[in-house]
């Protein structure tokens, strides 16, 4: 069925360290991923997105991998600061969905 | 531009009440969805709408209701609350498909039912 789960809850990582969020996502018909972090108090915030046809993308500090052989995604944000502590969500869309699906979320705490 | 507005920030009700949260989109935005977060869960997907016509539903009961207005605005309703209604509800807009022209969330509406 549609799902898409988060192999760690928690991570923490010291400051300036690399962060690595993973997901697994499980409806092979998803087209569609996206990245998003969640502030506390604040709706989820757009961070990176890749469609399918594509394995790597990469923005500010941030790269987004997809193996579609494993269906599997990872967030990895790089030089990790305090301001990126916040709780992280995969989401994906089904081709012909206008329908986010959320997984349940990683919390990341970075360490000063 | 004011991003995604959402109303009442919070919001305390009993069981059994009816609750209408509303949403005003980004200026432009024709399509309005709803989502319902559970402490410690990803957003679940309730409703969108784009040009004030349904364009989806979740797995949702028909307590929970929405509509949207020629201004684009949105209202979600729902009867007859249960505890486990208590919840953060986000809108989100987009001018299109979530795909070419992503999705901006509002800071939601916090429902807590007792």
């Known amino acids: 069925g549609e799902s898409v789960g988060l192999h760690l809850p928690t991570l923490?990582?010291?400051?300036?360290?690399?962060?690595?969020?993973?997901?697994?996502?499980?409806?092979?018909?998803?087209?569609?991923?996206?990245?998003?972090?969640?502030e506390s108090g604040k709706g989820p915030q757009f961070i990176i997105d890749i469609r399918s046809n594509m394995d790597k993308r990469q923005?500010?500090?941030v790269t987004v991998l997809l193996n579609k052989t494993v269906k599997h995604l990872s967030l990895q944000i790089a030089a990790t600061q305090?301001?990126?502590?916040?709780?992280?969500?995969?989401?994906?869309?089904?081709?012909?969905?206008?329908?986010?699906?959320?997984?349940?979320?990683?919390?990341?705490?970075?360490?000063? | 531009d004011a991003g995604v507005t959402q109303s009442p920030t919070h919001l305390i009700k009993t069981r059994g009440q009816h609750v209408t949260l509303r949403c005003s989109p980004i200026s432009g935005h024709k399509s309005v969805s709803w989502y319902q977060q559970v402490l410690g869960q990803g957003p679940q997907f309730i409703f969108q709408y784009y040009e004030k016509e349904e364009r989806?539903?979740?797995n949702f009961p028909d307590r929970f209701s929405a509509r949207q207005f020629p201004n684009y605005s949105s209202e979600l309703n729902v009867n007859a609350l249960l505890l486990g209604d208590s919840a953060l509800y986000l809108c989100a807009s987009t001018t299109g498909r979530i795909a070419n022209y992503g999705y901006?969330?509002?800071?939601?509406t916090r429902l807590t039912v007792v």
């Open chain 1, 12 to 38: 923490s990582v010291q400051e300036g360290d690399n962060s690595i969020i993973n997901c697994a996502y499980s409806n092979s018909a998803s087209d569609y991923f996206i990245w998003y972090k969640q």
């Open chain 1, 59 to 61: 923005g500010q500090r």
């Open chain 1, 82 to 112: 305090p301001g990126d502590s916040a709780v992280y969500f995969c989401a994906e869309i089904v081709g012909g969905s206008e329908k986010l699906v959320f997984g349940k979320g990683t919390k990341l705490t970075v360490n000063p």
């Open chain 2, 56 to 58: 989806g539903r979740g």
């Open chain 2, 104 to 108: 901006t969330f509002g800071s939601g």
